[in-house]
């Protein structure tokens, strides 16, 4: 018989499944917004605006998670206090509780996000055709991440082995 799992009391399933319907909810409205427009779903789009999308998706999962540039948005979802250590102001972050909480943990998750922006990226496409050139740009923004995330891995991988084989070296001595 498997041992049980324990983890703490998390009070935040309510909201967490309040978000999900509301997902779901504007899923289902974008959805009959397409619905409406084409008279039909579309069936296929061309490959290279699928890698489009895809790398606008990927784009703006990044913006909203990780980027300097929109902490004030993330931020929206937490307590702050400020705090005196040794002479200098901090700002301590707190979770927040309810739907602030779910907000903040859902700005922490790729994944999540991923899946919200790839609804609005999707919608946007099929909607609007002026969204094609915003789509383009964020796409050409993701292109530029993606490289700039290859181009760090490589040189800090470069970097680690060099370290490898500088111990490795002192250690023959």
């Known amino acids: 018989m498997p041992k049980p799992t324990l983890r703490p009391k998390d009070s935040q399933n309510f909201w967490n499944f309040v978000l999900s319907v509301a997902f779901s909810c504007v899923l289902i409205v974008a959805m009959y ?13 061309p490959l290279f605006d699928a890698l489009l999308l895809a790398l606008a998706s990927f784009r703006l999962t990044r913006l ?6 929109m902490r004030w948005f993330r931020e929206l979802f937490v307590s702050k206090r400020e705090v005196v250590k040794d002479g200098a102001t901090w700002v301590e972050m707190l979770p927040a509780d309810g739907i602030l909480r779910t907000g903040h943990d859902l700005l922490g998750c790729p994944w999540c996000i991923g899946f919200w922006s790839a609804l609005v990226v999707t919608f ?3 909607t609007f ?10 796409a050409v923004a993701g292109a530029g991440s993606v490289m700039q995330i290859t181009a760090n891995a490589i040189g ?9 084989a500088h111990r490795k070296e002192e250690t023959n001595r």
């Open 124 to 126: 946007l496409y099929f």
């Open 156 to 164: 800090w991988t470069a970097e680690n082995l060099k370290l490898d």
């Open 64 to 69: 909203f998670v990780y980027d300097k540039i």
């Open 33 to 45: 917004e397409i619905w409406g427009k084409h008279g039909d779903f579309p069936h296929s789009i």
């Open 129 to 138: 055709s002026w969204a094609w050139l915003v789509i383009l740009f964020l």
